[in-house]
Nanobody, 118 residues
Framework: QVQLVESGGGLVQPGGSLRLSCVAS????????MAWYRQAPGKSRELVGM???????DLSDSVKGRFTISRDNAKKMVYLQMNSLKPEDTAVYFC????????????WGQGTQVTVSS
């Protein structure tokens, strides 16, 4: 059974930083594409960023220049470094794993809450 477990969420003031982590319980982690999504109250889930197995990275326009995504295949972990946080970044953040031949994520974590507020 595949498990993705996020950590690192919390309450932070505007302009602050957080680093989210996600550990995956799969043997093929280095061959998988990993992504971070988020869902704010009353809104649909949106892609924040993705890191492929190559690895190449892509971030949504709303977080470019503020967030970075990275991975450590030896630890089977993916990270989301979030800097210059804004109140509009408040959401539940989800880690996702996608098998490269598939069009959408195959597995999801349970999510971690990020709240940006003074």
């Amino acid at each position: 059974q595949v498990q993705l477990v996020e950590s690192g969420g919390g309450l932070v003031q505007p302009g602050g930083s957080l680093r989210l982590s996600c550990v995956a319980s799969v043997s093929y982690f280095s061959d998988a594409d990993m992504a971070w999504y988020r869902q704010a109250p009353g809104k649909s889930r949106e892609l924040v960023g993705m890191i492929t197995r190559q690895p190449t990275t892509d971030l949504s326009d709303s977080v470019k220049g503020r967030f970075t995504i990275s991975r450590d295949n030896a630890k089977k972990m993916v990270y989301l470094q979030m800097n210059s946080l804004k109140p509009e970044d408040t959401a539940v953040y989800f880690c996702a794993l996608r098998i490269p031949t598939h069009g959408s994520p195959d597995y999801w974590g349970q999510g971690t809450q990020v709240t940006v507020s003074s």
